[in-house]
């Protein structure tokens, strides 16, 4: 099953921007508009911040937004808070109705 | 609102089975593709599969040899049995509910923790 990777992690200011890029292969991200991102807090469940790409669920703050070109996904996350510190995965359909996860990403604010 | 529970053993002899049960309240399982997630200690998320209400179920390649996936509508709750584990089959196991239009996650349980150990 091919790999989505994600920097291991990132990290910036309260208030500032960051973007989580998950760079994917042509049967994942190439072939399909079908990525979702995760964010789980430890010892949390994960929570759902986008799917096909750039959709975002009812109940999902408007500073999480999602990107897609060619094959890399991007999840930004702007206005950072303290409470978006937590790990972020992105997630693609990988044809033959399977998925695949990224390894995931730890978001520190500093 | 949809709720999600896993249940089952915490503790599993390596070469034995591991079995776990998801029980579905607030919605029906005859709707959306209903799958297990994994994270070993210190890694990620790796999806295992998923099984429809019809019994159509579909896994993870690197997986697939070891694992299966069943339900029962009846009963509102769909099953994970992993063959011949080892100590890389420790991890917190969740089980999760699975658009099965646009690929993703909407709900979660909250996930068990099994020890695959002697």
């Known amino acids: 099953q091919s790999a989505l990777t994600q920097p291991a992690s990132v990290s910036g200011s309260p208030g500032q921007s960051i973007t989580i890029s998950c760079t994917g292969t042509?049967?994942?991200?190439?072939?399909?508009?079908?990525v979702s991102w995760y964010q789980h807090h430890p010892g949390a469940v994960p929570r759902v911040l986008i799917y096909?790409?750039?959709r975002r669920p009812s109940g999902v703050s408007s500073r999480f937004s999602g990107s897609t070109s060619g094959l890399t996904a991007s999840l930004t996350i702007s206005g950072l808070q303290a409470e978006d510190e937590a790990d972020y995965y992105c997630?693609?359909?990988?044809?033959?109705?399977?998925?695949?996860f990224g390894g995931g990403t730890k978001l520190t604010v500093l | 609102q949809v709720q999600l529970q896993e249940s089952g053993p915490g503790l599993v002899k390596p070469s034995e089975t591991l079995s776990l049960t998801c029980s579905v309240s607030?919605?029906?399982?005859?709707?959306?593709?209903w799958s297990w997630i994994r994270q070993s200690p210190g890694k990620g998320l790796e999806w295992i599969g998923y099984?429809?209400?019809?019994?159509?179920?579909n896994y993870n390649p690197s997986l697939k040899s070891r694992v299966i996936i069943s339900v029962d509508t009846s009963k509102n709750q769909f099953f994970l049995k992993v063959n011949s584990v080892t100590a890389a089959d420790t991890a917190l196991y969740y089980c999760?509910?699975?658009?099965?239009?646009?690929?993703?996650?909407?709900?979660w349980g909250q996930g068990t923790l099994v020890t695959v150990s002697s």
């Open positions: 999760a509910r699975e658009d099965s239009e646009s690929y993703y996650f909407d709900n």
């Open positions: 607030g919605a029906s399982i005859r709707s959306h593709y």
């Open positions: 099984i429809y209400h019809s019994g159509s179920s």
């Open positions: 042509q049967s994942t991200l190439g072939n399909y508009n079908l």
């Open positions: 096909e790409g750039s």
């Open positions: 997630c693609s359909y990988a044809g033959s109705s399977t998925l695949v």
